[in-house]
């Protein structure tokens, strides 16, 4: 058992979250209790996994899409004020960690989505770029090659643009909804860039690029990290751990 505040300590100074500017808050969200034995972890803190939460009856939740964003309403109202309201009647408080959970060398989504597909990771600050990560591979592979590889660990086929038919070595890689860095991968000199999302430009610059795009789905490849930093917490402050899986086809 641990207290919720040094438990937030904890995890602000593991994932360094002041080296981020993230388009919301880090760290704890609600403060709903005071000590933390059973910590429930999950991707987003949709309303499913706040009721999955109070039948486990979890003092904390975990996770890695949380409230706050920058730009949306501030009044907590709607879905969003059912969702705190929920939270403070049933007593569980909620800690969030976005880019720095995407961005950590060992726990961070990058990371784990690299050991579950068996690439061998150069981590980011290396390649200049914050967030992309890249392995080359020992052999080269074709693209059906790598799209069924994604298919097999992630259990849903990603959806790929295939720009020629080279095969592929030098591969990279960002969770979630990170198209946006398609040219930042094409400039590393990268034969392929996997992502979560996927968008209407995304195509044409894939294909006018030469950079084969694999969209993997936002949810399926930011299922790992939360995963391996709340073991790594329930280990470390002996407390009772369970990862829910509130399935999101995006």
């Not at 919720?4 to 593991?14: H, K, T, V």
Request: charged share 20%; with cysteine.
């Amino acid at each position: 058992m641990i207290d919720l505040l040094s438990l937030e300590s904890y995890c602000n100074e593991l994932l360094s979250i002041d080296d981020f500017d993230d388009y919301c808050p880090n760290g704890l969200q609600i403060e709903a209790t005071e000590q933390v034995h059973k910590l429930m972890v999950g991707v987003t803190a949709c309303q499913a996994l706040i009721e999955e939460a109070e039948r486990w009856g979890a003092d904390a939740l975990l996770v890695h899409h949380g409230y706050f964003w920058k730009g949306e309403l501030e009044s907590l109202r709607g879905i969003k004020g059912k969702r705190v309201g929920a939270l403070f009647r049933q007593r569980t408080g909620l800690l969030s960690y976005h880019l720095p959970l995407d961005a950590h060398a060992v726990y961070g989504n990058n990371r784990q989505f690299a050991e579950q597909l068996g690439f061998q990771p150069t981590a980011a600050p290396a390649l200049g770029h914050p967030l992309i990560w890249q392995s080359t591979l020992p052999d080269p592979v074709t693209a059906d090659d790598l799209g069924r590889l994604l298919g097999d660990c992630l259990a849903r086929e990603p959806l790929h643009v295939a720009p020629n038919q080279q095969r592929l070595m030098r591969i990279g890689w960002c969770t979630g909804a990170a198209q946006g860095y398609l040219q930042e991968a094409y400039d590393l000199g990268l034969d392929a860039y996997i992502s979560g999302e996927i968008s209407e430009p995304t195509v044409h610059l894939s294909r006018e690029l030469g950079i084969h795009y694999y969209a993997a789905g936002h949810h399926a490849t930011e299922r790992y990290g939360v995963q391996a930093l709340g073991q790594h917490l329930a280990e470390r402050f002996t407390l009772e751990y369970r990862f829910v899986d509130i399935d999101n086809p995006v």
